[in-house]
Every structure is written in C-alpha cells, then in structure tokens.
C-alpha cells in the first residue's frame, strides 16, 4: 500500500493525539465545571481511546496474518496486555484503591473467558453448530491460569502483612518462569498445541462465503497490507497517544466518581473493557467464520497473559514504591473465577464447542456484570 494511502487510513490516531492536546490545555478549566462536566469528559475519551486501540489492534493483526498462528494470537494478545498495563500503571498514579490491580485482572478475565468466549461461542454455534479446535491449548491455558491466579490471588490472602515484599518477590520469579515456559512451548516443539488444521472443503466453503480470519486473508486484505515497519511504526505511537489520554481519562474519572457511591470496581472494569474492545470484534468474527482455534487463543490467551504479564509488573511498582496492592481476591470473587474456570475445564476438554456451552459462559459473565453493579 502506498504512504500516503495508508496514512489517510490511520486518522483515527492523528485525531486521538490532537483530542489529547486539546485536553491538556482544558483539564484544569473542565475540572473545575463540576463533578458532570469531568463525567462526560471521562467518557468521551475513554471512547477515543478505544477507537484508537482499534488502530493498534489492526496493525497487531496485520503483523499477526504474516507470522500465521501461534505467533500470531500471541501477538494480539500481548498489544491488548500492554496497552492495559500501560492503562493500569498511568491509573495507578491518580487512584488511592488498594485494590485496583487485583479488580482490574479479575474483570479481565471474566470478560476474556465468560464474555468474548463466551459470546463468541454462542454466536458461532448457533451459526454453525459445533466449532472444531484444538483442545490441547484450552487445557494448557487454563490450567496455567489457574496456577498463576491460585499464586499471585489466592494465596496473598495467607501471607503475613510484615512479609508482603518476600512474597511479592517471589510472585514476580514465578510469573516470569511460567510465562518463560509458555513462551518457549507456544512458539517452539509445542507449538502445535495452539494451531488447527481445518478440513480443506470446510476452508474452501469459508473463504467462498466470508473473509477468513487470522491464518487466511482475503484477497482484499492481501492487496492492502501495510508494510510491517508501517505497522510497527502505528503500534508504537498509538501506545503513546493512549498513554497520554489514559493520563487525563483517570484524572476526569477520578474527579467524577469521587463521592458517588459509585462500586469500587468499576474503574476496574473500565481499564478491562478498554483493552478487551478490539479483542471482541476480532473474535465474534472468527467465530462466525468458523475458526474457533483464534477464539480460543484470544480469550483465553488474553486472560493468561493478563494476569501471568500484568502481575510482576505491578509487584514490581509495588516494591520499588514500598506501597503494597491488596492482590487477595474478595470470596465471591474467588468463587466465581472458580466456577469459570470449572465450567471452562468442561466445556472444553473435547476439542469442540457449542452455543449450549457458550450460554454457559455468558451467562456467568452476566452474573458478573449484576454482582459489580452491586458492588460486589
């Protein structure tokens, strides 16, 4: 694709960066219009933050469909991660919640499993019956998920107060490990674990009827591909650009929530969703493609690396700060990210899904949703 062409393309970020002037000249005057002014503020750029995250997902599926499967969900994977720690780590510096990190993984991974799985699932089955995909990578991502959630958010809750920073420490030298050993299984001798090889009349019935998804391109695509320094080149700067309105996004949040009652979850969930968005639509559209393979590494893949990346970076602040986070999850919290992860282990233990087990799931995220409105 030529420069200028694909230049024209990506105006969604020069605007998001012109949003992001426009508002450091303006914080302190809409500030000081009142707790619905800064409301309204909040919201209007946490929509041109996700918009601009839809950039940055774009140019990571770009680089994901030359580097094919597994490389390319862990490429995915990793830009929605980064830009919800960059997020969480910005938010962090405004919010006096104790809290925030361990909410903010816990929603993640009730919108990465129970919601885009879940959804995903549901429409792709009602759509196709039942969906093929390799079971051998639900089972080693969800018992890694498992172990890093039972590690870093169970456990914490037995730890003495006066030990915090030893067993912060020791959290970091385990998340690192773990991801260590996935990372050299998903791309190594195990990569097969991650990938589906799906019925070539199958594939040629898909390719006929729509786009297909991450390991094939339409023709369309194909002909307007990006270079990859161009890709590469849109990734970075739209992490400054979402860096920069994450910055004021948290101080209007902060400003318009503060003394509203208003759950104490909820800008957990608001730093989740963020980083979920372009996740969902990439996923909806493998399902209803038939490539359950790509749903599967997204949500779960997604969840995985939230909590096994996000963790020792925050331990770390913590540490260098002196400032402790409260990781222990609340008990309805446990119980329901172990209902998800039950439900998760039977529904995908045989290589198919179905739009019964996608209602499963999504009706535990809504469970999820009515229990933060609750504030629970």
Request: aromatic content about 8%; cysteine-free; glycine content about 6%.
């Amino acid at each position: 694709m030529a420069l200028p062409s694909a230049l024209k393309q990506e105006k969604l970020l020069p605007i998001s960066a012109v949003v992001a002037v426009f508002v450091f000249f303006l914080e302190h005057s809409l500030l000081e219009m009142g707790r619905t002014i800064a409301l309204i503020a909040a919201a209007g750029l946490i929509v041109v933050i996700v918009l601009a995250s839809t950039r940055v997902a774009h140019h990571a599926e770009v680089l994901a469909r030359k580097v094919g499967d597994p490389y390319g969900t862990m490429i995915l994977t990793l830009s929605a991660v980064a830009v919800e720690v960059l997020i969480l780590a910005i938010m962090m510096r405004t919010s006096t919640s104790p809290t925030l990190v361990r909410d903010t993984i816990y929603a993640a991974v009730m919108l990465d499993i129970n919601g885009i799985l879940g959804l995903a699932a549901l429409l792709g089955g009602l759509r196709h019956g039942e969906q093929a995909y390799n079971d051998d990578s639900s089972k080693t991502y969800s018992v890694m998920i498992l172990t890093a959630m039972g590690i870093s958010m169970v456990v914490p809750e037995f730890v003495p107060r006066d030990r915090w920073h030893l067993y912060s420490g020791f959290t970091i030298a385990a998340m690192i490990a773990l991801y260590a050993l996935f990372l050299r299984m998903q791309v190594g001798t195990h990569s097969y674990f991650f990938s589906y090889s799906y019925p070539r009349r199958k594939q040629s019935a898909m390719e006929g009827s729509a786009p297909a998804d991450l390991p094939v391109e339409s023709k369309h695509e194909a002909a307007e591909e990006e270079s990859t320094a161009f890709s590469i080149g849109v990734i970075l700067f739209g992490v400054v650009v979402i860096g920069a309105l994450a910055e004021f996004m948290s101080v209007f949040l902060n400003s318009g929530l503060e003394g509203t009652g208003a759950p104490p979850t909820l800008m957990a969930v608001v730093v989740a969703s963020i980083s979920a968005a372009p996740e969902i639509l990439t996923a909806l559209r493998a399902a209803l493609r038939n490539r359950m393979q790509a749903v599967v590494n997204i949500a779960l893949g997604a969840s995985l690396s939230t909590v096994i990346l996000t963790v020792p970076v925050m331990e770390g602040i913590a540490l260098y700060t002196g400032q402790p986070f409260m990781m222990a999850m609340t008990s309805v919290q446990t119980v329901m990210v172990t209902i998800t992860l039950i439900v998760a282990a039977i529904n995908l233990n045989d290589g198919q899904t179905n739009a019964i087990e996608g209602m499963t799931h999504f009706v535990l995220f809504a469970t999820f949703v009515m229990l933060t409105v609750l504030g629970l």
